[in-house]
């Protein structure tokens, strides 16, 4: 079964500055695709950015990228000129090229200070 | 533009009622899911649907039952509510391979 780890429960970035959050997965299909979504305390779940796992070029969504290394099976989130509305939880999700499940690691809390 | 429509917001239960959760989406999304989040946790699949009239069970089934007569409503059902499902539970759909659109969930509480 795949897994989805997120080692950080907590992060903090002043604002404008960077920050990147971490996310690895385990598998053993080379066909998948992986999500960065946010949950602000609205409770709502918000679609970050996706990369597929063919694509070798990281996807990018204005100031957030992510750094996709297929081998390492890791998948981090990179926040540029954080703002204050960038304060949520943080969820890397997998899903199989064969299934339609959707699993997700436990998540990060991403504080953003003045 | 609804998208995925969940209802109740908000309920609390006592310990062995029974509820259903509703849950529609308005996409044509041919899948559909059910997944649960605890205080401080990541979400934990219940079941999903790949269309109607098929279901399968998820990571945490236990408790729950699901039915997909149409494309566009997924259901969730808690037989005997017990207080170790107070969670957040939220429906999402998709297409294969796409992103999920999430509901904006529903707070359950079994006192």
């Known amino acids: 079964a795949q897994t989805v780890t997120q080692s950080q429960p907590e992060m903090s970035v002043q604002e404008a500055e960077t920050v990147t959050l971490s996310c690895t997965y385990d598998t053993s299909e080379s066909d998948y695709y992986l999500f960065w979504y946010k949950q602000p305390p609205s409770r709502q779940m918000i679609l970050v950015i996706r990369?597929?796992?063919?694509?070798?070029q990281n996807a990018t969504e204005n100031r957030f990228s992510v750094n996709f290394q297929k081998a390492a099976k890791s998948f981090s989130l990179k926040i540029s000129d954080s703002q204050l509305g960038d304060a949520a939880m943080y969820f890397c999700?997998?899903?199989?090229?064969?299934?339609?499940?959707?699993?997700f690691g436990t998540g990060t809390r991403l504080q953003v200070t003045l | 533009n609804a998208g995925v429509t969940q209802t109740p917001k908000f309920r609390i239960l006592k310990i062995g009622q029974s509820m259903t959760l509703q849950c529609t989406q308005d996409m044509n999304h041919n899948y559909m899911y059910w997944y649960r989040q605890d205080p401080g946790m990541g979400l934990k699949l219940i079941y999903y649907s790949v269309g109607a009239g098929i279901t399968d069970k998820g990571e945490v089934p236990n408790g729950y039952n699901v039915s997909r007569s149409t494309t566009e409503d997924f259901p969730l059902r808690l037989e005997l509510a017990a207080p170790s499902q107070t969670s957040v539970y939220f429906c999402?759909?998709?297409?294969?391979?796409?992103?999920?659109?999430f509901g904006q969930g529903t707070r359950l509480t079994v006192v």
């Open positions: 999402a759909s998709s297409y294969w391979g796409d992103e999920a659109f």
């Open positions: 990369q597929e796992a063919y694509k070798q």
């Open positions: 999700a997998y899903r199989s090229g064969t299934a339609s499940k959707l699993t």
